[in-house]
């Protein structure tokens, strides 16, 4: 498994900068990107180079903190202003995975309590910086319960399918759906791990098989289509996948092919667990439907890797995501446990007075 920080990482103090993995060159080429202000942040959102709802989450936080350092010094009015501006162009970047909102709020009510006290600017920056940093180190501690709670799933011999990437490149730490193939494989369990391709970006083939090779997991590539005639000869026996957004019954936003991976596994009497921190759950929204669902542009349909693959002119539709109805989801892996029903999970976190958004 690549190692805590793969995806991206702060260098310096509160004048640092942001350093991207650009996701978009893996498994070819392993390059940086530097992030110097919040634009070039809410691009490399919107691009995919930094990419998996918490990562996002992170790197819009310390998008923050880069987008306010021009700004200091300044009077708390102008720096109001700014950090207004900054949240909304970061808000702006992808639309459905909620740890973007729920990060940027954070670092909105941090700033909130720094901008309060007489002296602001350095203050300001640090506090700020201080507050990403939490986010990120909350991650890498979260990712690693979930794992920990999750491998208890899974069996020795057993046939593990993963859609898109859940793995470390998706988070700060060791990922979610992946935490918990990683946690089970140094228990000892010997998996096979089934990673769908994911079309049209290919998340799975890049990225998951990337990353499980790197730990030396026992990892056979498929396309999307190839997940029936798998289910239907035995060789899965539980489906673990990330989420982008879960509302409060449950329902679950996730990469596009998910829903059709749920309802497989609900005709093969399949497990099908969602793997996923409090941060990823939405409890203002009440029901899927309402999950903004990112459309994107038709290139990358109608192109492979930059070739043409379509006739010119075909009209394409490319929602980024899909709901998953949480009637077909076996259960809920999170960092405080693992839950049969949204309302066991969100009711064990708030009597606990644990952290739901
Ligand atoms: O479009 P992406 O690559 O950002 O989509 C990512 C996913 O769908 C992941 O499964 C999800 O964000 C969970 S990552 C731990």
Redesign the pocket.
């Known amino acids: 498994m690549p190692a805590d920080g793969t995806a991206l990482r702060w260098r310096g103090g509160p004048d640092g900068q942001l350093i991207l993995l650009d996701q978009t060159l893996l498994p070819a080429r392993c390059q940086e990107l530097t992030c110097r202000d919040e634009k070039t942040v809410a691009e490399a959102i919107r691009h995919?180079r930094v990419?998996?709802?918490?990562a996002?989450g992170v790197a819009a936080a310390y998008g923050v903190v880069l987008g306010l350092q021009s700004a200091v010094p300044g009077t708390t009015g102008s720096l109001r202003a700014r950090l207004e501006e900054v949240i909304r162009c970061l808000a702006g970047s992808r639309p459905t995975?909620v740890n973007l909102f729920w990060a940027l709020e954070r670092m909105r009510r941090a700033a909130d309590g720094l901008l309060a006290e007489p002296e602001t600017g350095p203050a300001l920056l640090s506090g700020l910086l201080d507050e990403a940093r939490a986010i990120q180190e909350a991650d890498v501690a979260t990712c690693l319960a979930i794992g920990t709670h999750g491998s208890v799933l899974l069996e020795d011999g057993h046939g593990v399918l993963t859609?898109?990437?859940?793995?470390a490149l998706?988070?700060s730490g060791r990922?979610?759906?992946l935490s918990v193939i990683y946690a089970a494989h140094e228990s000892g369990k010997r998996l096979k791990v089934f990673a769908d391709e994911t079309r049209p970006?290919l998340?799975g083939a890049r990225l998951t098989c990337w990353e499980l090779l790197q730990q030396g997991i026992d990892t056979t590539l498929i396309c999307d289509s190839m997940a029936a005639p798998l289910m239907r000869e035995g060789r899965i026996h539980i489906v673990l996948?990330?989420?982008?957004r879960i509302a409060a019954n449950g329902d679950t936003a996730?990469?596009i092919g998910t829903y059709g991976l749920a309802v497989l596994a609900h005709a093969h009497q399949i497990p099908f667990f969602v793997a996923?921190p409090c941060c990823t759950w939405d409890l203002d929204t009440p029901r899927g439907e309402e999950i903004p669902i990112e459309l994107r542009c038709a290139d990358e349909v109608t192109h492979l890797a930059g070739h043409q693959t379509a006739p010119e002119g075909v009209q394409v539709h490319n929602p980024?995501?899909d709901i998953t109805p949480a009637r077909l989801i076996t259960g809920f892996i999170s960092e405080h446990g693992v839950f049969q029903t949204a309302d066991q999970a969100i009711a064990l976190a708030r009597a606990r007075n644990m952290p739901f958004p």
């Open positions: 995919l990419r998996g709802a918490p996002i995975a859609h898109c990437n859940a793995g998706a988070t990922g979610t759906a970006l998340q996948v990330g989420a982008d996730n990469k996923a980024a995501f």
